[in-house]
C-alpha cells in the first residue's frame, strides 16, 4: 500500500460457497484473509434442513471455534435442534445454544444436522489465513 492509499477497513457483502468432491459443503457469509489480512477466516451460514455437513473425520493445524446458536433474532438461545459431532471419536450431542472449541490437531468430525426444528445459525471460526485439512 503506497503512503497516498487508505486502508480499507469495510468489506461489504462478504459471501462466498466453498465445495469438495461437487457437492456444496458451504454457502453463506465468508470474511477470510483474502479480505481483512489477519489469521482467521469466518464463515456464517443457516441450517434450516437435516443433514450430515462433514462425513470426514480430520485433523487441521490450527484450532477452530464452532458456534451453534438460534436464528432466532429476539432470542439466540430459543434453540430447537439436535447436533451430533466427534471430537477424537467421541459423539457430543448439542441440543442448546452452544460454542465447540477444537484444539489444532484434535480429530473432529462427522458433523451432522440431525434434527432442525427451527433454523440454526452455524458459526465458524478457523484462527489460520491457509486452510488445510488431513483426513483421518
Same mark, same amino acid.
Given at each position: 500500500m503506497g503512503t497516498s492509499e487508505k486502508p480499507t477497513y469495510v468489506f461489504e457483502e462478504p459471501k462466498a460457497t466453498f465445495d469438495r468432491d461437487g457437492k456444496v459443503i458451504f454457502e453463506g457469509f465468508y470474511s477470510g484473509p483474502d479480505k481483512h489480512g489477519e489469521k482467521?477466516?469466518?464463515?456464517?451460514?443457516?441450517?434450516?434442513?437435516?443433514?450430515?455437513?462433514?462425513?470426514? $473425520?480430520? %485433523?487441521?493445524? +490450527? $484450532?477452530? %471455534?464452532?458456534? +451453534?446458536l438460534s436464528a432466532n433474532q429476539d432470542d439466540i438461545y430459543d434453540f430447537d435442534a439436535e447436533i451430533e459431532f466427534y471430537i477424537e471419536g467421541e459423539k457430543h450431542v448439542i441440543t442448546k445454544t452452544s460454542s465447540v472449541r477444537i484444539p489444532a490437531g484434535t480429530k473432529h468430525c462427522p458433523l451432522i444436522f440431525k434434527r432442525i426444528g427451527k433454523p440454526v445459525v452455524f458459526l465458524e471460526v478457523h484462527l489460520t489465513d491457509n486452510y488445510v485439512r488431513r483426513e483421518e
Open positions: 482467521a477466516m469466518i464463515l456464517y451460514s443457516v441450517k434450516k434442513e437435516a443433514h450430515v455437513n462433514e462425513e470426514t $473425520p480430520h %485433523i487441521h493445524d +490450527f $484450532p477452530i %471455534i464452532l458456534n +451453534f
